[in-house]
Structures are given as C-alpha cells and as structure tokens.
C-alpha cells in the first residue's frame, strides 16, 4: 500500500464542553495505525483535542498522516431530519477510516445533484452497506436490522453506541428491498442518533423507539 500522503481520520463532537467517546476515537485510531503499518503521531492525540473541549458545541475532523496529527475545528450546524438517496456508486470496503474517500465523496456529490441531503451506499452485490457519514439501522418488528461488519463497513463509533444501547439487534447482509416501508434511521458520533425522512423520494415512518435511542445516545 501506498504510503505518502495516505491518513486516517476521526471526526469528534464537542456537546456540552465534553468530547464524548473521545476515547474510542483514540482506541480506533490507535488500532488502525496498527493494523495499516502506519506512523505514530510524533504529538498525543488525546493532548490535542482536549483543550477543545473548551468549546460549548463543535465538530472537530483529527487527521494522522505521516506521523503528524492536525486537528480542525467546524462548526455544529443545526440540520432537519436528511432526505436520502440511494447511491449509484457501489460501497467499497472501508474498515478503516481513511483518507481515501473517494466512493463516499462521489456519493454525497450524487446527492447534491438529486437535491438531497445524502445518499446511502450499496455494494457491488446490492447489499445495503452505509451512508457517506453514518451507519444505517432500521426497524422491524421488535428488531433493529444494521449491516454486518463483514460487509466492509465502517466500525462507527455511533454503530456500536446504539447497539450498548439495545439487546433487539441483528446484524446481517441485506437487498436494498428490505428497507420499504421500515422506520429508518441513521447515526454517527457527531449527531447521535436520526431518524431519516425519506428514501428516493419516498416518506419513512416514524417510530417512537428512534426517539428514545436518541435520548439515550449521550453519556451523562
């Protein structure tokens, strides 16, 4: 693999003059400069972030690349629940959250051009995968449905938020169909827990379970 100019990214929320999970962001950090043979930050990433903990509400984008960590401060826009579209750029394998983004950027640039607010990804296969930003999960019966891992998904740091937060989870490898008429919702650890307003076009029902999870998502 490449390594020149090659980095991985973690994107933080700053709510309430906290950074919530920061230290899963560092533990999945951490883990793929492992598993990519990267270099070490020459700073701590912890000691970087930190003093921004200072501000109320804000979005910070760490970056590693050829062993010097930069962090960048955005901030927190307000949004109405997303208008999706589904992508007609497959999904390629993203277990780590890298710099190269290029699938994603295609599929968020699709979205702009359909008046949408983002797009959901597919595999090559037809399987659904995950948004440009966000893990997907959906509403059937009793159960919640999400992707599996093995798809090549992003270990989001939301993704394994929601799933602390209920038992009713399966995980597994879906068709785009499988999504009609459920009640979906989407997450990061920068906007918690979303509920989607409409996929190609099509209203999504609400669920009142969507809410809860929200509530629950941030640590006390």
Known sequence: MERAGYGLIETLRVREGRVPFLERHLARLEHSLR?????????????????????EEAVLRVEVCDGRATVTVRELLARDRPLVITATEPHEPYPHKTTRRDCF????????????????????EGLV??????????????????PALDLGILPGVGRARVLELTQQVEEGRYLREALEERSLFLTNAVRGVIAIASLDGRPVPTDPRTAG????????
């Open 35 to 55: 598993e990519l043979d990267l270099p070490q930050p020459s700073k701590d990433v912890a000691g970087l972030v930190r003093p921004f903990a200072e501000t």
């Open 129 to 146: 995968a995950e948004g440009t930003v966000w893990s997907i999960f959906w509403w059937e019966g009793a159960w919640l449905r999400t």
């Open 105 to 124: 950027s295609d599929a968020a640039a699709e979205a702009e051009e359909a008046a949408a607010d983002d797009a959901l990804l597919l595999t090559h």
């Open 213 to 220: 999870l929200a509530r629950r998502f941030w640590p006390d």
